[in-house]
């Protein structure tokens, strides 16, 4: 299990200064096949974010500009709240992770504000916060022929505003096949 840094979407901009997008972390990393377990924290204008005025949805994609989305979580169905205000988690059950390459993943928090809740005429959609995540083989990796030949890991330093990319050889999971009638 992996906690999160705490996210907040803010309307305030102020000119000229730029905004500290994040801390340098790695991507927390699972096993392909366990459950993948998020913990966060959502905050809207330095308040907590409660499913009282916001529709929430997670989101899992290979990549940020993909169109397909491989995972999908909604209320109380892969996400879920947290015993305090603002505070959620989301649960990938082991047999989506077990369908998935190893590799780096994107999760999206999407917040929709519920009919009537908003302070603008129209109710905003926006993405509340945005993690990544990693899927590792394992010795317990219930589907090793589901790997590409080629690993790319991504870490993003945005202090330096600088990825680094790690490129890995992934060498054969299956065993080779012994005749034992001989």
């Excluded at 600088?162 to 992934?170: A, I, N």
């Amino acid at each position: 299990m992996q906690t999160l840094p705490e996210s907040n979407h803010s309307t305030y901009v102020i000119p000229g200064v730029s905004e500290l997008t994040g801390v340098y972390q790695d991507a927390p990393m699972f096993d392909q096949g366990e459950d993948v377990i998020l913990y966060f924290r959502l905050t809207v204008d330095k308040e907590p974010l409660t499913v009282e005025k916001y529709e929430l949805e997670a989101v899992v994609k290979k990549h940020p500009s993909a169109s397909n989305i491989l995972w999908k979580g909604l209320l109380n169905v892969g996400l879920y709240t947290g015993t305090t205000a603002g505070y959620y988690y989301v649960l990938m059950p082991s047999s989506a992770s077990g369908l998935f390459l190893p590799g780096l993943y994107y999760l999206d928090i999407k917040a929709t504000e519920k009919k009537g809740t908003g302070k603008l005429v129209k109710d905003v959609t926006f993405t509340a916060a945005s993690y990544m995540f990693s899927l590792k083989l394992s010795a317990g990796s219930p589907n090793p022929q589901l790997r590409p030949s080629v690993v790319i890991e991504v870490a993003y330093n945005p202090l330096e505003q600088v990825h680094t990319y790690t490129v890995s050889k992934v060498e054969p999971t299956l065993p080779t096949v012994v005749d034992i009638t001989a």
